[in-house]
């Protein structure tokens, strides 16, 4: 099995700060997502990457960057920290982007804007 | 049931009772896809149910798809108190792996 490891567990920022998020996965799996979870809310995807260099928008993409600059790690920034933001972020990984696949998500991130 | 925009659903059951929780979605899907999400961990897949298949089983899970009402189902027989867990469905409209969330269940398990 393989597992997805998101660092930092929590990051604590200022507003206006930019914050970024990294992912790492060792599943060798070619695709990577970025969902944000609001409380009492469901998962929204912010960007995925279908494999290395690729950055592919989601519903969720303004006020954020995204970086695949390897196949093992994804990362997402936070351009300019807002309070109404603080949420968890939730990375995943599938083998491959077809329909069906399970994604594999790591523990999430938590964000806290002061 | 849940979808869009609104708010968590909430449930809770006694243990050994068996639950029953809804989902409807708005776009066309092949698949729909069963997450469950223990507190402070990231969802985990549970079952995932294609749109040739009415139901599908897996231990004390059954999930059930009805196309023509874009609706899917997930029933736990015998609820147990590790059971107790945020459950969502998830959607992929354009085929690419791309999955849309619904808000989620609570589901409440008590002993």
């Known amino acids: 099995g393989g597992i997805i490891t998101q660092t930092p567990k929590f990051l604590i920022g200022q507003e206006g700060q930019k914050l970024t998020l990294k992912c790492q996965q060792n599943f060798n799996h070619d695709t990577m997502y970025w969902y944000r979870q609001d409380s009492g809310k469901g998962l929204r995807l912010i960007y995925y990457s279908i494999t290395e260099n690729d950055l592919q928008k989601g519903d969720l993409s303004e006020g954020y960057d995204a970086s695949r600059e390897k196949k093992s790690s994804f990362s997402l920034t936070v351009t300019s920290a807002q309070k109404n933001e603080m949420a968890v972020f939730l990375c995943?990984?599938?083998?491959?982007?077809?329909?069906?696949?399970?994604?594999?998500f790591g523990e999430g991130s938590r964000l806290i804007v002061v | 049931s849940q979808w869009g925009e609104e708010n968590l659903q909430a449930l809770s059951i006694q243990e050994g009772e068996d639950v029953t929780m809804n989902c409807s979605y708005k776009t066309y899907t092949t698949v729909v896809h069963w997450y469950r999400q223990d507190s402070g961990r990231g969802p985990a897949l549970i079952i995932l149910i294609r749109s040739n298949e009415r139901e599908k089983r897996s231990g004390r899970l059954r999930a059930t798809l009805d196309t023509s009402s874009q609706s899917s189902s997930l029933s736990i027989t015998a609820a147990q108190c590790e059971d107790t867990a945020v459950y969502f469905c998830?959607?992929?409209?354009?085929?690419?792996?791309?999955?849309?969330f619904g808000d989620g269940t609570v589901l409440t398990v008590k002993p």
């Open positions: 995943a990984s599938s083998i491959s982007g077809g329909s069906g696949n399970t994604l594999y």
């Open positions: 998830a959607t992929d409209a354009t085929n690419t792996g791309k999955l849309t």
